[in-house]
């Protein structure tokens, strides 16, 4: 299970301003340059824009090419870029579920614990609460029983303040959703294979291993009375979040640092799946979409950026729509513009140089100035970039920005309708004829209103406006914390 985001790395890339952010704005100095200058970047600007272009057969490409490879990777493991992942997930939750149930997500360098009380159809959600524990450096080099001793630990001093609404039946053992955003060969809905350890992870020992049974052990080692009831990745807990307010919800995708896309499959129509042991006779299905790659437009800045990441070749549809990857394809632009045009005067910033020095709030943040002279523009390219700039070179700018995130935005729309289209495809018309909900998180996607409205026009062009009607794009925050304790839920050893 290569999951892509997990919740605290999608919250990463809209976290907390650096210390250069929550400075005070520097009174920015228009320098104005000759307009030769600013013309002289329009090519490299035309150029990016056209190559950017994301026309309707360009999306439907897309949105094919998507729907062909889920088919393909349901056929067979390594039939497609996409992994399409079983989860073992065929019980979503329905509201009916009563207790107290806890949830872990692990999935950088923090870790976060949850617990939930559920009262059932009529009270829901009684009460929750929340923690995050920040995991030491030296444990991320240690060994598996060090660092998951730890984590059991954090969850055995979150445990002792259980109280006031939350409560534990006399007699019972706490019950655990375990998120783990690492790559897993997941066998059962609570046990799962370490394949490696991602994300600066290199923990001995646990390769190969279950990582429940490991965090089991672990709580046994601390007296923690609990157990793992559901083992899931973030987008499957999204899923399952939001499903427990709306039952018309099928598709759950995280746009964020990275991003990932999850759908409910029927079982029948899995043909790798020799033997299906499913109550409801669907499941829910991880594509681990980033791997796509099929006809997206590409700029030679994509490929310079992906030649020099630690996976070429590899998480082009990442690389194309999450924000680990927008600003920096951003900054590739302005460089060449620096260098070829004099964008920024006669020498190219030394600071703008640094990769992944311009982030993707930085762009959005650049998008949403509507001042005369772009004053805040000005303000973050010389916070990041170091230089001053006039308007012209503003606008230039902004219009770069605007190039990436469209592409990006329409991308990721086309992208969910090939999930749509492949799911109306086997149901014989059932989820255009119907209102069907996507349930969207992480921080690009909350955080960016141009990124959310070029995805939400893609979907309505491909779909047109009569069936777009009954595609409801809903933003579902922080849901898999919860989706995983709903889980652990819907998965107890005592029944709802």
């Given at each position: 299970?290569?999951?892509?985001?997990?919740?605290?790395?999608?919250?990463?890339?809209?976290?907390?301003?650096?210390?250069?952010?929550?400075?005070?704005?520097?009174?920015?100095?228009?320098?104005?340059?000759?307009?030769?200058?600013?013309?002289?970047?329009?090519?490299?600007?035309?150029?990016?824009?056209?190559?950017?272009?994301?026309?309707?057969?360009?999306?439907?490409?897309?949105?094919?090419?998507?729907?062909?490879?889920?088919?393909?990777?349901?056929?067979?493991?390594?039939?497609?870029?996409?992994?399409?992942?079983?989860?073992?997930?065929?019980?979503?939750?329905?509201?009916?579920?009563?207790?107290?149930?806890?949830?872990?997500?692990?999935?950088?360098?923090?870790?976060?614990?949850?617990?939930?009380?559920?009262?059932?159809?009529?009270?829901?959600?009684?009460?929750t609460e929340f923690e995050q524990v920040c995991i030491p450096h030296e444990l991320m080099f240690g060994t598996s029983e060090e660092l998951f001793d730890f984590i059991a630990s954090g969850l055995a001093n979150f445990a002792q303040k259980e109280g006031g609404k939350f409560n534990l039946p006399q007699g019972r053992t706490r019950e655990l959703g375990f998120t783990f955003s690492f790559p897993v060969k997941q066998t059962s809905i609570d046990s799962g294979i370490l394949i490696k350890w991602t994300k600066g992870f290199a923990v001995s020992g646990t390769a190969g291993k279950d990582v429940v049974v490991c965090l089991n052990e672990a709580m046994k080692r601390q007296e923690l009375n609990m157990r793992v009831s559901a083992l899931v990745n973030d987008t499957v807990g999204t899923l399952a979040g939001a499903r427990y307010w709306d039952d018309d919800v099928m598709v759950a995708v995280i746009l964020g640092t990275g991003t990932n896309a999850c759908y409910v499959e029927r079982v029948d129509a899995i043909p790798k799946l020799h033997s299906p042991n499913s109550t409801s006779g669907r499941t829910i299905v991880n594509t681990e979409w980033g791997a796509f790659s099929s006809g997206l437009p590409l700029t030679e800045f994509d490929r310079e950026m992906d030649a020099e990441s630690i996976n070429p070749g590899e998480q082009i549809f990442e690389k194309t729509i999450s924000g680990m990857y927008l600003g920096e394809i951003v900054r590739r632009v302005l460089i060449r513009m620096a260098e070829d045009a004099r964008l920024f005067g006669d020498s190219v910033p030394e600071k703008l140089q640094m990769s992944f020095s311009l982030r993707t709030p930085d762009i959005c943040a650049m998008q949403q100035d509507c001042?005369?002279?772009?004053?805040?523009?000005?303000?973050?390219?010389?916070?990041?970039?170091?230089?001053?700039?006039?308007?012209?070179?503003?606008?230039?700018?902004?219009?770069?920005?605007?190039?990436?995130?469209?592409?990006?935005?329409?991308?990721?729309?086309?992208?969910?309708?090939?999930?749509?289209?492949?799911?109306?495809?086997?149901?014989?018309?059932?989820?255009?004829?119907?209102?069907?909900?996507?349930?969207?998180?992480?921080?690009?996607?909350?955080?960016?209103?141009?990124?959310?409205?070029?995805?939400?026009?893609?979907?309505?062009?491909?779909?047109?406006?009569?069936?777009?009607?009954?595609?409801?794009?809903?933003?579902?925050?922080?849901?898999?914390?919860?989706?995983?304790?709903?889980?652990?839920?819907?998965?107890?050893?005592?029944?709802?």
């Open positions: 299970m290569s999951v892509t985001a997990s919740p605290a790395a999608v919250r990463s890339i809209y976290s907390s301003r650096s210390a250069r952010d929550r400075a005070p704005r520097p009174r920015v100095v228009m320098t104005v340059r000759s307009s030769s200058t600013t013309l002289s970047a329009v090519p490299i600007l035309t150029k990016l824009q056209r190559d950017c272009a994301t026309p309707l057969p360009v999306l439907r490409h897309v949105a094919d090419a998507m729907a062909a490879d889920m088919r393909a990777g349901l056929e067979a493991d390594g039939g497609s870029d996409l992994k399409m992942i079983l989860s073992y997930v065929d019980a979503l939750p329905t509201g009916n579920e009563k207790g107290l149930f806890y949830a872990l997500d692990l999935g950088g360098t923090n870790f976060r614990v949850l617990r939930v009380q559920l009262g059932g159809k009529d009270e829901r959600v009684v009460a001042s005369r002279d772009f004053e805040i523009v000005g303000s973050i390219l010389y916070n990041v970039a170091g230089v001053n700039s006039n308007s012209s070179a503003r606008k230039i700018v902004i219009d770069v920005c605007d190039a990436i995130a469209k592409r990006g935005g329409r991308l990721a729309g086309a992208g969910i309708v090939g999930i749509l289209q492949k799911m109306e495809e086997d149901s014989k018309g059932t989820v255009f004829g119907n209102r069907t909900v996507v349930a969207m998180d992480g921080g690009l996607y909350e955080h960016y209103p141009q990124y959310r409205r070029y995805l939400q026009d893609a979907v309505t062009e491909l779909l047109g406006p009569e069936i777009s009607k009954n595609i409801v794009i809903e933003h579902s925050k922080d849901g898999s914390g919860i989706g995983a304790a709903l889980l652990a839920a819907t998965n107890s050893m005592y029944g709802h």
